[in-house]
């Protein structure tokens, strides 16, 4: 159970916030897989994008936006950049045309075998081994699914339809 606030007169300082050393570290991890990914010719999202489908081809692209925790009109733009590069191609599903589904290309397969090399590197970076990089990992996905929650419970319930 977490403990409660300590009450404060004024704001905590910068540096005593979660949510600033969680937004920092995620820009100290965009440095570091920048000069990685620019050999590549892809962004961390489009990246994101690649590990998803490397692990599953042929995928829906509102699988992909759930698994990334990204909305369409962020990812739609992601994938047809992917897409201009020749890394993956979208076709609608022949069953259900609503349904737009993601594929690699030979090129996208083959980027794989480039990247497979990034997780060590990255790893190194930290400067962690990769047992305790695994419990950050499990304790961060454990604060995301909280936030989730709580974020989720603080919405205002949909109006009734008359």
């Given amino acids: 159970m977490p403990k409660s606030a300590p009450a404060f007169d004024a704001p905590l300082p910068l540096a005593d916030n979660l ?14 897989y920048k000069p990685i990914l620019d050999r590549l010719h892809l962004t961390y999202p489009q990246y994101l994008v690649m ?7 042929d995928v829906p692209v509102k699988d992909i936006g759930r698994l990334l925790h990204l909305d369409s009109g962020t990812l739609t733009p992601l994938l047809k950049r992917l897409e201009a590069i020749g890394y993956l191609a979208r076709r609608r599903h022949a069953a259900d045309e609503r349904q737009l589904r993601i594929t690699l290309t030979d090129a996208g397969r083959a980027l794989a075998d480039q990247a497979r090399s990034i997780p060590q590197g990255i790893g190194a970076a930290c400067g ?12 961060l996905t454990q604060l995301r699914e909280q936030l989730d929650r709580a974020a989720e419970a603080s919405r205002p319930a949909p109006a009734a339809v008359r």
């Fill in 19 to 32: 949510c600033f050393a969680v937004y920092s570290t995620a820009l100290a991890f965009n440095a570091v």
């Fill in 51 to 57: 590990l998803v489908l490397w692990q599953q081809d």
């Fill in 128 to 139: 962690l081994g990769w047992d305790e990089l695994g419990k950050l990992r499990d304790q």
